[in-house]
């Protein structure tokens, strides 16, 4: 029987990143069976198989771990004790169906060679030398089966796969197709937050059944009691609370997920000031923390209006990563007269209290797009594109990466030590920072890197005044209209 893998895990196992496995499918080198891989074609293209992360992998998770948030700091790799006592029975219930169907092969193989030792004992000559010639055939492969050394491909291929399933469970969404792990004790619901989807949830913490979804298949071990009360009818069925379960096994769940920004409700938070943080004279990067039992949900390269508690406000784009809501950065510049900005820099303290309202905003990523993805910042359009580049890292979707960051003078350039860090992290990642460029020198750089422009989707952010007549030059280079994105700030 074929054993088939699904993308996450066959990329897991095979130490490569989900698109670099996605770029292989759409240049025919794999083929894909209802979304999941063949582990033989996997071992054809990746023959050497071992317990180790390959290097890109590496640097991949370096790359989440170093330059972008974390939800998880500090909390370890291996799974509760009930859970892996779970799911070391359930991987003993396949082992023992494998030993069963592997002496059931051994029963047939031995039945299909008695008969071939009966009729090559038959009287017509032509007919007992083919058998003769069957049987020795036979023999020798089942000679070479047992001679097998335990560092088969397929054998460590298992092993690992088997490895893995200790280690973390895999979570099918139907009917997105969506797929995440779960690792150590968190719930299926952050690890999906963790992974960049956007599953339904309200309270995160079992109050108001928001998250609900449906077993399909698979076991799940509850985390914590909740107050939410699921139904007879609803236990009979399979729902379960995300936020309060974790995957034992592999699981399929149906669950409703936000795919578009109309999906989401609009929320009203009242955050914490967490730091406030200098990146130049008139610069600074504000970081809000929701309380445990609101983390926002939004689109990466969406904004949110904040309000002072003077009552001051403003919208701004947000600057990190979905898979960390409950942690959001802001890069604010201080402009003379404008009274929010005038009180971040001058009067806000740790600890105070700001009221996120939203999120607003259609400038997100084209998830379900693998193509090459170029990101063009200008100016302070550096926020949503920071945002929607590490959303892109953390769902491993997209082929590659190129970022331009055009600024006005080197002291424009206060996230280049994050751009640094992507570069030096991501092979798949080109970073290009532009000084005092004007719009038609930025496009004519980027005309350069690119032969054929309509093969790449474009996301474009900053002012107006630059933006646009950059979107328009992008079109002039017969880029499709559906493949750019603008957003102008101002």
Request: overall charge negative.
């Amino acid at each position: 029987m074929t054993q088939l893998l699904s993308l996450s895990r066959a990329a897991r196992l095979a130490g490569v990143t989900r698109s670099e496995l996605q770029k292989r499918i759409r240049q025919g080198e794999l083929t894909t069976f209802e979304g999941e891989i063949a582990a033989a074609d996997l071992l054809r293209i990746y023959p050497e198989v071992n317990l180790e992360h390959s290097g890109d992998l590496e640097r991949v998770e370096r790359i989440k771990a170093d330059a972008l948030p974390r939800s998880h700091q500090g909390e370890g790799i291996l799974p509760d004790a009930q859970v892996l006592i779970g799911r070391l029975k359930s991987l003993s219930q396949v082992l023992v169906q494998k030993a069963a169907a592997l002496e059931t092969a051994e029963a047939m193989l031995a039945e299909l060679d008695a008969r071939l030792a009966a009729m090559a004992e038959s009287t017509d000559p032509n007919t007992a030398v083919c058998t003769r010639e069957i049987q020795a055939w036979l023999a020798a492969e089942r000679h070479q089966l047992a001679r097998r050394s335990a560092a088969d491909s397929q054998a460590r291929l298992f092993a690992k796969d088997t490895f893995l399933r200790i280690m973390a469970a895999n979570v099918k969404l139907v009917p997105s197709g969506h797929d995440f792990f779960v690792e150590g004790t968190e719930s299926i619901l952050d690890a999906s937050v963790r992974a960049g989807l956007k599953l339904a949830y309200g309270c995160s913490s079992g109050n108001c059944g928001a998250c609900k979804a449906r077993v399909v298949s698979g076991e799940v071990y509850k985390t914590r009691e909740h107050d939410y009360v699921l139904s007879g009818r609803e236990k009979q069925l399979g729902h379960i609370l995300t936020c309060s379960n974790t995957a034992v096994t592999d699981l399929v769940l149906k669950a409703a997920e936000a795919l578009a920004v109309d999906d989401l409700p609009q929320q009203e938070i009242r955050a914490g000031v967490r730091k406030v943080e200098r990146l130049g004279e008139d610069m600074i990067q504000l970081e809000l923390q929701t309380p445990r039992t609101q983390t926002l949900r939004f689109m990466a390269g969406q904004r949110a209006h904040l309000t002072l508690e003077d009552g001051a406000g403003a919208e701004l784009p947000i600057a990190s990563c979905p898979c960390n809501g409950r942690n959001l950065h802001f890069l604010v510049r201080l402009r003379p007269g404008h009274r929010f900005s005038q009180t971040l820099f001058h009067d806000l303290r740790q600890g105070q209290t700001v009221t996120v309202t939203g999120p607003n905003g259609r400038f997100v990523l084209e998830e379900e797009s693998p193509e090459p993805a170029v990101f063009v910042a200008f100016g302070d359009g550096i926020a949503p594109i920071k945002s929607l580049l590490e959303h892109a890292v953390s769902i491993d979707v997209i082929e590659s990466f190129h970022l331009y960051w055009a600024v006005s003078g080197l002291e424009g350039q206060y996230q280049a030590q994050w751009c640094r860090a992507m570069r030096e992290s991501l092979d798949n990642f080109a970073y290009t920072p532009l000084v005092d460029a004007r719009t038609a020198d930025v496009l004519a750089v980027v005309a350069s890197d690119r032969p054929e422009p309509d093969s790449s989707r474009y996301y474009v952010a900053g002012p107006a005044a630059q933006v646009r007549p950059f979107a328009d030059g992008l079109t002039g280079l017969s880029v499709s209209p559906d493949r750019l994105l603008v957003e102008a700030l101002d």
